[in-house]
């Protein structure tokens, strides 16, 4: 039985909408003992690890799913007859780190840390669903309160935001990019 | 048109009036933590005279750091008291803070970026086979912003029906039932449609509707359309105003 | 290379959206000899017949697809139907926004409101919980009157109803619509 429930396991990862997660495969298979299926899980993820697949299970926004490996991109793209995908401009990126850093955060807060005024491009990152209105601020003005969304998560392959560096790994980040410039 | 970044600086070397800071920082070589604002402001306003063209928008946020220079700068001529909390109050420190904030950002959108490339060239299923008894479709995600589109959208969509919104006027059934029966006691019927579009608001409309719904239902008065697709007539019913209470 | 070949066989078939045949995966894979192609391919057909995977590939309308195995479609259905239960559907969403913006309000005027009768809609956001009834109008009929619950404020991450964006807001936000798409 152990072999079947890796296999169904699997089954379930490759028809799901979204990653899956080990709660959920759980919440499925509700019949099986917990550890058991926990185990099969396991046992599945890593009989994924090895190099000799062409799909891989991967991690994103706290759950798994079947994603094929960046190298062979433009066969694919060959295959689907699709261009690149539009990238984010540097403005957007720069005010979903932002974001990401100090949510919930304004549309003020977040024209002050960039130094520019980012009310337009908050609006593309809001239709684009990178980002989610939460609430609003106690504050004058009860302005809007913004945080990065699930979609968030999936579009940069993030498992969670502890995925992002933390502020202190930046600041070393930062002093190393410092003096290699001085060189 | 260029929108809302356009008194960005786009050089090769650097963008944005802050990095302009940071890359003159960079260049001198000076501690961040220690900036000699005369340089600073010597090397900006080199900067604007090699231009031959300058954009006031774009200009803009470099004066407003300029004077952010300035100020700090005379404050920093000014004597001053020494006292336990000076390290907040030095009015470097703001400018510091935030242009350490803008490099973490800076930083962190240069990781987000080399995310978003790899994560674009992974595929993935986006599709799964038709379960036999079809649910509902979903939505992707579901956020306040949603929900206040959905409800906007609808609202524009009654919107084009020619009836205005907005307006926050209280309205209640009972009112509107009587202003409908005054209307109809002094002439002799209503026109459905006429009569809806002169109400202000949607929700007055919503209210008016709802009151001839309720009218009709109490047999008070009777709505009668002529021919199809044409306009529904709302007569009172006369043995009704005897018998029952509007 | 050949190891390779497979895998990247193994990712075609996976993203394509139709049964793929060899004839248009050697298309795709115009830079590789043929023979290579066939022989990866049927290297991959033959790796996945073997009955130790959840997901086989099966030839169907004169391509090949992955596909899950007949046996585990009960555990497939009951996920499909938990992951379309967890998300509010557009019709949900409309009839939930009706009720935000214009509780206390009855069913006949929610349907007013939606142009199409929200009775059944209403009821799924009441077994959710998103909804509830809090008395009847004093009306002909006494219908019941419905106004969102404190679920509906932790769903949405609302301290209160006066957190909901505005209609002045919302319009702030939309009307670059065509703008910031181009980001």
Chains 1, 3 share one sequence.
């Not at chain 1, 979903?96 to 960039?114: G, K």
């Not at chain 2, 086979?129 to 929900?147: K, N, R, T």
């Not at chain 2, 608001?201 to 199809?228: C, D, G, T």
Request: with cysteine; net charge negative; proline share 4%.
């Amino acid at each position: 039985m152990k072999a079947q429930l890796k296999e169904l396991i699997e089954s379930l990862v490759f028809v799901s909408l979204e990653p899956l997660s080990l709660d959920k495969i759980k919440e499925v298979l509700e019949e099986f003992p917990e550890e058991e299926v926990e185990d099969a899980f396991l046992g599945l993820v890593e009989s994924y690890s090895s190099n000799q697949k062409g799909i891989q299970i991967i991690q994103s926004a706290g759950g798994y799913l079947f994603s094929t490996k960046p190298e062979y991109d433009i066969w694919i793209r060959r295959l689907l007859q699709i261009e690149r995908k539009n990238k984010l401009s540097p403005a957007a990126l720069e005010t979903l780190a932002a974001v990401a850093y100090h949510q919930p955060i304004t549309q003020a807060e977040i024209s002050a840390i960039r130094g520019v005024d980012s009310s337009h491009t908050l609006r593309g990152l809001l239709q684009k669903r990178l980002i989610k209105i939460v609430g609003r601020k106690k504050s004058p003005g009860k302005p809007l309160i913004y945080r990065t969304s699930e979609k968030f998560l999936t579009y940069f392959g993030l498992n969670s935001l502890k995925d992002l560096p933390t502020k202190e790994e930046l600041e070393k980040i930062l002093e190393e990019e410092q003096t290699s410039e001085e060189e | 048109m260029e929108t809302a970044d356009c008194y960005q600086v786009k050089l090769d070397v650097f963008e944005g009036p802050l990095d302009l800071l940071l890359f003159l920082i960079k260049k001198k070589k000076i501690d961040i933590h220690d900036i000699p604002i005369a340089v600073i402001t010597r090397e900006y306003l080199k900067y604007l005279d090699r231009k031959d063209q300058i954009n006031l928008d774009r200009e803009g946020e470099f004066l407003l750091i300029a004077a952010l220079l300035i100020h700090i700068k005379s404050q920093m001529l000014l004597p001053r008291e020494k006292d336990s909390r000076e390290d907040e109050d030095d009015p470097r420190r703001i400018l510091i803070d935030s242009l350490i904030e803008h490099q973490k950002i800076k930083a962190v959108s240069g990781l987000l970026k080399d995310k978003e490339e790899e994560e674009s060239q992974r595929w993935k299923r986006s599709f799964t086979p038709p379960l036999s008894s079809p649910e509902e479709v979903e939505l992707a995600e579901v956020s306040l912003f949603d929900l206040a589109q959905s409800f906007f959208t609808l609202m524009k969509r009654r919107e084009q029906e020619n009836i205005k919104l907005i307006k926050e006027k209280e309205y209640s059934l009972d009112e509107k039932m009587k202003e409908i029966l005054d209307e109809l006691k002094a002439k002799d019927f209503l026109d459905f449609f006429v009569y809806f579009e002169q109400q202000e608001s949607l929700e007055e409309a919503l209210l008016a509707f709802f009151s001839i719904l309720v009218l009709i239902k109490n047999r008070i008065v009777v709505a009668i359309q002529e021919h199809l697709f044409h306009t529904i007539k709302v007569w009172l019913r006369k043995e009704a105003l005897e018998t029952k209470r509007p």
